[in-house]
């Protein structure tokens, strides 16, 4: 159960159950092996009735004024909060592992490396010690587990370089500290995009599924089809090439999907190059 | 005093700490996010801000006090009592803590010293108008009285 996962996170599960929450929580809040598919989201909301209460917040920040603060605000909009006071106590709660990318062949959906208990955004602070909210956000959007989840930075510092830098590597907010309520309004749109797209994502998988299966056969055949034209590139090609991760994951569904399916993610990035925003 | 009486006391004496820039609009914000379900939201909050702010004060005192400042720990200190002070609309104290990050940065050690002054002043001043304005509202409370936020407003 996810209560042994939240114990062991320092005493945060009394801030869970303090909320008197825990009954509440999204009905597919253990999920040994599975992702629930966006149906199943889109049904909890309806047999509830209250949307928000049904969205879940990380909020990471290592002053416990500014924890107060945040949990507050968001509960008061309704959402479901957990706290956690640094960058890695979050991504622990995340269920994330290090060498997920690294070590290609950890087959996906061992129990360590799964959320289990579903986040649908991540509020950080940008100035922590040890972990950044900076390096937080670049581990979750390296992450193809975690990627999905939106990313919002907290900062008391109006530096323009480091906004951009955020948004850059794929925050999708930054907001100055204090928090107001009023800023709040702003997350709802992105947990809205983040579950539409996962339906999307749902409904591609059977297109996926052949796409994969085909590029196992172009891996077979290495000799190219025959053809009128010289130039291959100028072939319509009916699945989308696969890219060389996605070919040693067949086996791996989902990963392979959000390798292939993400393009939206990954934005450019131009470290080093000074920006104005 | 009478409930009616106390919550007018309360709504004057909380103006006058908006007025005289002891406090800001994020204090407000506190306010408006304790309700029934969180009677205690502000004083528990502010009640960490003293804790914090009584240890980073000490600690400032401390490497201030060293043959060798260590100013990077000057700044993060400082860093860190700016924010809370800004989570909790201590303007006095956030005003103070700007100019002292200015003198830590030019190495500035006399700057230091005299912002490590004025950031301690200011700092017991405000607890001390809170510490009032919370045992106003307790009494208020008790009486079987609300804190009448809507009036601040008006």
């Known amino acids: 159960m996810f209560y042994d996962h939240v114990g062991v996170m320092h005493g945060h599960r009394k801030q869970i159950l303090k909320g008197n929450k825990a ?3 999204p009905l597919f809040a253990h999920r040994p092996h599975q992702s629930p598919s966006a149906q199943d989201m889109l049904d909890a909301m309806e047999i509830t009735g209250d949307s928000r209460s049904q969205f879940h917040v990380l909020a990471v920040d290592d002053s416990l004024i500014d924890r107060k603060l945040i949990e507050r605000l968001l509960k008061t909009s309704s959402y479901q909060v957990t706290t956690v006071d640094s960058g890695s106590k979050a991504l622990k709660f995340l269920g994330f592992q290090e060498d997920e990318q690294s070590n290609p062949d950890t087959p996906f959906g061992s129990p360590n490396n799964h959320q289990e208990v579903e986040v649908n955004l ?4 940008y100035c922590m010690p040890g972990m950044t909210g900076y390096d937080l ?3 979750v959007k390296e992450s193809s587990s975690l990627r999905n989840i939106p990313v919002v930075i907290m900062s008391s510092e109006n530096v323009p ?3 951009t830098r955020c948004l850059e590597e794929g925050a999708e907010e930054f907001f100055l500290k204090p928090v107001r309520l009023s800023d709040l309004n702003r997350l709802k749109p992105h947990m809205m995009k983040t579950k539409i797209k996962n339906q999307k994502q749902e409904e591609d998988q059977e297109d996926l599924k052949i796409s994969e299966i085909q ?3 172009q891996q077979q055949q290495p000799v190219q089809p025959p053809s009128p034209q010289p130039q291959p590139e100028s072939q319509p090609q009916p699945p989308p090439p696969p890219p060389a991760l996605l070919l040693q994951h067949n086996n791996n569904k989902r990963k392979a999907m959000e390798e292939g399916l993400s393009p939206d993610r990954t934005r450019p990035r131009y470290n080093g190059i ?4 | 005093m009478e409930v009616g009486q106390m919550q007018r006391a309360w709504v004057e004496y909380t103006r006058s700490l908006f007025r005289e820039g002891f406090l800001d609009a994020q204090f407000q914000q506190l306010q408006l996010l304790q309700d029934e379900s969180n009677p205690d939201f502000v004083a528990e909050v502010v009640s960490l801000f003293f804790e914090d702010s009584e ?7 401390f490497v201030l006090e060293q043959q060798n400042i260590d100013f990077k720990k000057v700044d993060a200190h400082v860093h860190q009592f700016k924010g809370s002070s800004s989570s909790i609309g201590a303007q006095r104290v956030k005003n103070d803590c700007i100019a002292f990050r200015n003198f830590c940065e030019e190495q500035n050690i006399e700057g230091c010293l005299r912002c490590l002054q004025q950031v301690k002043q200011d700092y017991y001043l405000v607890k001390s108008k809170l510490e009032a304005l919370i045992r106003l509202e307790q009494q208020i409370v008790a009486a ?5 936020m809507e009036e601040l407003s008006s």
């Open chain 1, 23 to 25: 009954e509440n929580w």
């Open chain 1, 122 to 125: 991540i509020i950080t602070d």
């Open chain 1, 137 to 139: 956000l670049k581990k």
């Open chain 1, 161 to 163: 370089s480091r906004i």
């Open chain 1, 215 to 217: 590029s196992d056969e």
């Open chain 1, 274 to 277: 000074p920006t104005m925003v």
């Open chain 2, 55 to 61: 240890r980073l004060l000490a600690d400032l005192t």
């Open chain 2, 144 to 148: 079987g009285g609300s804190i009448p």
